[in-house]
């Protein structure tokens, strides 16, 4: 149709009516980004770059609005990302800059990335790396330190929560109001994925130690210092 044209590599999101008649495209939200995976050989095979998160992007539960995080500067002992949210009609509501602390990645892991990428893959699990693979595992460059956010959640109640990416056993919760102005931090631990929020309440699914995963629900109380 017209209005996929020119659309590759990504999941358009769009507007439809009572009768299924597209309206438009809200947004494209790309699956991944083509800087986190490594092209190499006559075949086009391919290696996925570690540490490397394509575009970060949630939508609401009730379908009306779209939040995406975009990287702006990685550099320095200070780097920002990029919030913009986008309503049903396509109209941006929300674009604000966020300075953060980045997180390098230890020598240790980084060592254990790149060896990683010269593993047999595939048919090959159990057999001999091919040279070319080899020579492209040289090529990739792995990210230094940890994208900013690694996950994003749009509250029920127009909240923004924003997880900031660590090495920690928890991960915490950046939460935005409506406007993109900080009112809270929230901890969790790792083996709890936030599926939905609000101010008062968490809706999420923990995994236990069999790999068996129940959904939980949390109740929010502010803590003063």
Known sequence: ????????????????????????????????????SFLYGANGASMGV???????????????????????????????????????????ILKRSYEYAPVIIPQAKLDSAAQSLRLPRGSRAKGVVPPEQLAAADKV???TTLVPIGGLVIG???????????????????????RGDPIGNVRLPRNITLVSADRHTLWATERDEDDVESIVRFRVTSQRP
């Open 1 to 36: 149709p017209p209005w996929y044209s020119g659309i590759r590599g990504a999941s358009p999101l769009v507007r439809v009516n009572r009768d299924g008649l597209v309206l438009g495209v809200v947004a494209v939200l790309y699956n991944s980004s083509p800087e986190c």
């Open 50 to 92: 570690p540490y490397c998160v394509g575009q970060r992007y949630a939508i609401s539960d009730s379908g009306g609005r779209v939040a995406l995080v975009l990287q702006e500067n990685a550099t320095g002992r200070r780097a920002s990302y990029r919030l913009i949210s986008i309503n049903a009609a396509g109209d941006t």
């Open 141 to 143: 460059k792995v990210p």
């Open 156 to 178: 029920r109640d127009d909240t923004i929560w924003l997880s900031e990416s660590n090495f920690g056993p928890d991960r915490s919760w950046l939460v935005l109001d409506g």
